[in-house]
């Protein structure tokens, strides 16, 4: 049955650790529709990534619903590293190699986004938790895109703090800067960035203990296992049992709009050259620059009320339940 607020989603994912929890947050949820899944290059390697998110499917009841198609397997320029020393070899924490025999959809993913654009204009939402390589060549394809598109959600940049790959840069503006700069140049974005995940998405110890001694489902399994590379990888580089959740904070924002607390309009620009500063968010938060601020960052967010619908969703499977107290 169709939630009336339901709302159409493509997700665009390179699918490691994060990503699942995030296409569960989707797929469980009766207020959103997720549509269909593309995939582009990113944490590992890309058919790790198609795999993973076809064994999520599974894990949701959804693989007889929803298609993947496969994207970009490189980004538009530029050579990249994988992120198996955060996500583990395959990106599920190093244990599980899925292979699930269910096909991928026949379009390359980038048709198809502007296919169901064209086809449903104003009707769907993109949700991007990847670089950003698949939607900068749909925009080459189909130049009105921003317009046919409801809105742009994208998981990314490092707003006036530290990146997570470099000093200057979050990891999906790095890998393809040349693609998020077209992005950002050209639509109207909703921005989840890395300091909003680090300040208002990070689960700690409690957390994590109230996870592992609750009711024993598959979804606590999978995450449990999924979580162990990144969990030794915060102890090792910053003396703490914690994890974060960007990916899945953004699709539990688009479940419940209510997350979000605080928003900013600001210019927003991609530092694409080589060097130090490749994939460097420049947020114009003073208003200094020429550029125009067309890019809703997303500034505070109800953390404490995203970690319920998260145990919700592995506990029963059901994020909205915490919706509906």
Not at 4 to 25: C, F, H, K, P, W
Not at 93 to 119: K, L
Request: hydrophobic letters at 40%.
């Amino acid at each position: 049955m169709t939630h009336r607020d339901e709302r159409s989603v493509i997700i665009d994912t390179d699918t490691a650790g994060d990503d699942t929890q995030a296409l569960l947050m989707g797929l469980l949820s009766d207020r959103i529709d997720v549509t269909g899944i593309t995939i582009c290059a990113g944490n590992v390697a890309f058919d790790r990534q198609v795999e993973n998110a076809k064994r999520t499917l599974e894990l949701a009841g959804a693989d007889e619903d929803v298609t993947v198609y496969e994207g970009a397997r490189s980004p538009l320029q530029k050579e990249h590293e994988l992120a198996h020393h955060i996500h583990g070899e395959g990106g599920l924490g190093g244990d599980r190699f899925p292979e699930t025999g269910i096909e991928s959809g026949e379009q390359f993913a980038v048709d198809y986004i502007v296919e169901q654009a064209r086809a449903n204009p104003g009707e769907i939402t993109l949700a991007c938790i990847a670089p950003l390589t698949n939607l900068a060549l749909a925009y080459k394809q189909e130049p009105n895109l921003d317009e046919l598109l409801d809105e742009v959600w994208v998981m990314g940049g490092a707003v006036n703090c530290l990146g997570n790959i470099t000093p200057a840069a979050e990891y999906n503006f790095w890998v393809d800067p040349d693609a998020a700069k077209i992005v950002m140049n050209n639509f109207d974005v909703t921005l989840f960035d890395w300091g909003l995940t680090l300040r208002d998405t990070e689960f700690g110890p409690e957390t994590l203990e109230r996870i592992e001694a609750g009711p024993e489902t598959p979804l606590t399994t999978f995450y449990t296992d999924i979580t162990t590379q990144v969990r030794q990888f915060n102890r090792e580089r910053m003396g703490q049992d914690a994890v974060t959740q960007p990916d899945s904070a953004l699709v539990a924002a688009l479940v419940e709009p209510d997350l979000i607390e605080e928003t900013g309009t600001y210019a927003v620009d991609v530092d694409e050259r080589e060097g130090l500063t490749r994939g460097y968010t420049a947020v114009d938060e003073l208003g200094v620059t020429a550029g125009e601020p067309r890019t809703r960052v997303v500034e505070t967010f109800d953390g404490e009320r995203f970690e319920t619908m998260f145990l919700e969703m592995l506990f029963e499977q059901r994020p909205d339940a915490a919706l509906e107290a």
